[in-house]
């Protein structure tokens, strides 16, 4: 069962041969029976040592994971459930701090139950101690990729996995915050898998145990090194540039001639152009609400030997998790220092009454305030319909580029001669009147256009 894994099996899964460093465990005298007094506990330990070979319920170290020195922290499940007490804290602390010190990126190997039932309150707290590390490392510009072995619940899912950047899974692993003797009898186990956390937004990929090395390794390479050479000090970091056009080379006659290229089936989507710009790239799936929106992909890429992040619209209505999503990416691309690429293509965002409730306007305001915080250089470019606020809360200002098959409007020319009362008849016409095609928008100051037209003069932004 791949789930089961020992902790050191599952270094062994990830780890390059020969290549894990164990880190000297941290010193604690306990008091007999642990910090409670519980009764018989010292004995359950001196069990668990005997049957699993380990002294705690977690093995850390250093490793290579297909080339990357990371820090691995791997979880025991015979010891104890794979539940965290304080030397389990005093350990995990340690491996960050080491991390911190040595500039390494983060790995939980997690496999756990929660807290440890005999130190009560104290074990609970570590939760506190292992965010507390989570958030340094974070801060430090530092990556932290999860990987959900089986069980990941209570605490563990709750810090070090649902916490992680990314968060990968193994098929069929059991993860939830709840574990399956706390849960209401009546739970929908399908509820608390690595699917069901997938497919909810809560973690990014199941990655099959064979492929785990090869995708981990991916991801370290991608979010460790950013490019060839880190910038000096107070130097900002060069913008990533826009992709070529993949369509259309000569630029619309008309208004309505650049929203009917923009609409066409045949005409080059997100997809094509990630394919084209990015050498290797990885995929961050779900807005860790709830939420994920096949509209919207996210990730990191390498391009031209250095890694940049990427969020693309793919045409249709964008929904509330594809914004989350979108922020959540482009704030972890800005706390490690990696340009970002984002692509426009959406009529709008979506507007039933669903995305409504799934808070529509608070998800586009925090990716217009992701984008215009961002200290990491944004490059847009707009490869279809520029559809209002929905497509301008994912633009560049001062940076955003456009393919001569594409748009960029206030609102769509039918919704524009709507609430102006005007006959359908005026639709096209009213395109015109909108200065929507890019070498409007470039003469308006608003864009660079593809094919090499620049903004104007001015401070005007899109």
């Known amino acids: 069962m791949t789930g089961r894994l020992t902790a050191r099996r599952a270094i062994g899964l990830v780890a390059d041969d020969s290549s894990f460093t164990e880190l000297p465990p941290p010193g604690r005298r306990s008091a007999p029976d642990g910090p409670l007094g519980w009764q018989g506990y ?14 705690e319920s977690v093995v850390c170290g250093t490793a290579r994971v297909e080339g990357t020195l990371a820090v691995l922290v791997s979880f025991e499940f015979g010891f104890l459930g794979g539940s965290l007490g304080e030397r ?22 997690i496999a756990t139950g929660g807290s440890r039932m005999q130190e009560g309150m104290i074990a609970l707290t570590q ?18 990729i999860a990987v959900l072995r ?11 996995g649902a916490g992680a950047d990314v968060v990968l899974a193994l098929p069929g692993a059991q993860v939830g915050f709840a574990g399956s003797r706390v849960r209401p009898a009546d739970a929908d186990p399908a509820a608390y898998t690595a699917e069901a956390q997938v497919a909810a937004g809560a973690a990014d990929a199941v990655v099959r145990p064979e492929e785990l090395r090869g995708v981990l390794g991916r991801w370290l ?21 826009p992709p070529a056009p993949l369509g259309a080379r000569d630029l619309p006659a008309s208004g309505w001639d650049a929203v009917r290229r923009a609409r066409a089936t045949g ?54 998790a594809g914004y989350r999503t979108a922020t959540r990416l482009i704030r972890l691309a800005d706390r490690l220092g990696v340009p970002v690429l984002t692509l426009v293509d959406t009529p709008g965002a979506a507007n039933d009454a669903e995305a409504e409730r799934q808070g529509a306007g608070a998800a ?18 707009v490869i279809g319909e520029g559809g209002s606020g929905g497509a301008l809360a994912l633009a560049a200002p001062g940076n955003t580029w456009a393919t001569p098959d594409s748009y960029f409007s206030v609102i769509a020319p039918e919704l524009a001669a709507a609430i102006l009362k ?8 009213t395109a015109g009147q909108l200065r929507l095609r890019p070498q409007d928008l470039a003469e308006l100051g608003l864009i660079r256009t593809a094919d090499g037209l620049s903004p104007g003069t001015g401070d005007r932004h899109p």
């Open 364 to 381: 586009i305001a925090e990716l217009f305030a992701a984008v215009a915080g961002a200290r990491t250089p944004v490059t847009t470019l």
């Open 150 to 160: 089986d069980p990941t619940t209570g605490g563990g899912w709750a810090t070090l």
């Open 42 to 55: 010292d004995a359950a330990h001196a069990r668990a040592a005997e049957r699993t070979g380990e002294s």
């Open 221 to 241: 390479r991608l979010l460790s090194r950013p490019s060839r050479e880190d910038p000096p000090h107070g130097v900002a970091l060069t913008p990533a540039p």
């Open 267 to 320: 005409r080059p989507r997100a997809r094509a152009y990630l394919d084209a710009y990015f050498t290797d790239r990885a995929a961050i799936s779900g807005d860790r609400c709830g939420g994920t929106d096949e509209g919207m992909l996210c990730g990191f890429g390498e391009h031209d030997g250095r890694t940049v992040a990427y969020a693309a619209q793919c045409g249709t209505a964008t929904r509330p």
């Open 88 to 109: 389990t804290g005093d350990r995990l602390e340690a491996a960050y701090v080491h991390a911190r010190k040595h500039r390494l990126p983060v790995v939980p190997l």
């Open 422 to 429: 005007r006959p359908a008849a005026e639709v096209e016409a």
């Open 127 to 144: 939760l506190q101690r292992v965010a507390r590390q989570s958030v340094l490392t974070r801060e430090a510009g530092l990556p932290q």
